[in-house]
């Protein structure tokens, strides 16, 4: 092995403190997101904001009639999860985006969110961690949302 490589190698290794695992190299950077992606991405982070701040009006323009809602709970309609939001009987109170992806295929975009959710449900707050998808369609030139499914994290 050559020298230069093998130097910072072990380096490395001898300042591990001892009984640690070995140190993963650095992941490469990340591919930016396309134009196209990091609209998807900013609408997301948008709607996360409105439902925090119990805004059904821009939300009512951005979910499509036909948009279904997945919660731990069970599904709803457009309607019933804006009356969930305007009542305030769920309470998007904090959302930690943790981590995001989008992938555009033709006019759909898919967003994948790792989040750290706090909510106030039937007056209780509770903190979960998720994966949340979203679907979005492109419409008129514009995109909606057409579905919002909550899959809970396990926690250790």
Known sequence: MNAMVLLPWLLLTALQAPGAPPQAPPAPPATPPTKAEQEIISLSKQKWDWMSERKVEPLTDLFHEDAVFVH??????KSRELDVIKSGAIHYKKVDIQDVSVKIIGTTAILLNRIQLVAVVGGNEVTNPFVVT????QQGGAWKLGSLSFTRLMTR
Do not use: D, L, N, P
């Open 72 to 77: 731990m709970g069970g599904t709803m309609s």
């Open 134 to 137: 979203e679907v979005y369609a």
